[in-house]
């Protein structure tokens, strides 16, 4: 099981470091709700390596037959490793780029407040709620663990949906 997990988290963890490096040149939006809606879309593509790693695992090392737990806790592993490449990814990405990322992303966020009708007093209370939180930002101790809580539960979710449905052995059954 722990080879399906290198190899399948291995290949989900590429496609979302790639797709999200690709989506950082081609996707810019003023506010940054683009380029959320596209990360979250590529992991989930990517994500749907999970589904791929039970499936295999079930017909080719189980016979054709996989439990609930034993499908979750596969999906799980596949989903960690592709988190860790997510988060080491984004990690190098934002070193690299001197950290520019936290001023756009503040100055986006102000300026849709701003558009969505706030008064100066509501957009200066919430300048000063993101100026502390890019400074907890600043910290690699805070950083990653929420840079890997962005696509975790996101795996977690398509383990289970993937578990549930994998464990029926009628659905897409394995071939002579």
């Known amino acids: 099981m722990s080879r399906i997990i290198l190899i399948f988290g291995s290949l989900s963890g590429l496609t979302v470091s790639a797709l999200m490096l690709l ?21 989930l593509l990517a994500l749907s390596f999970i589904f791929l790693a039970i499936k295999r695992h079930r017909d080719i090392n189980l016979g054709g037959v996989i439990k609930f737990w034993q499908a ?7 989903a960690a490793l592709a988190g860790l490449f997510y988060t080491l990814t984004w990690e190098i ?4 780029s001197g950290g520019g990322f936290m001023d ?5 966020q102000i300026e849709a407040q701003r ?5 100066e007093a509501e957009i200066e209370a919430f ?8 400074d907890l930002y600043a910290n690699w101790w805070f950083r990653l663990p929420m840079t890997f809580s ?4 996101v795996g977690l979710l398509v383990s289970l949906v993937s578990a549930a449905l994998l464990r029926n052995p009628r659905l897409l059954p394995r071939t002579a």
């Not at 756009?104 to 986006?108: L, S, V």
């Open 127 to 134: 300048r000063e709620q993101m100026h502390g939180f890019a």
């Open 115 to 119: 558009e969505a009708g706030a008064s």
């Open 72 to 78: 979750l806790v596969l999906g799980a592993g596949v």
């Open 23 to 43: 989506g950082f040149t081609l996707i810019r939006s003023e506010h940054g709700s683009g380029s959320e809606a596209f990360g979250y879309l590529t992991m």
């Open 93 to 96: 990405y934002f070193n690299l």
């Open 150 to 153: 962005e696509i975790f539960p």
């Open 104 to 108: 756009a992303y503040m100055a986006g």
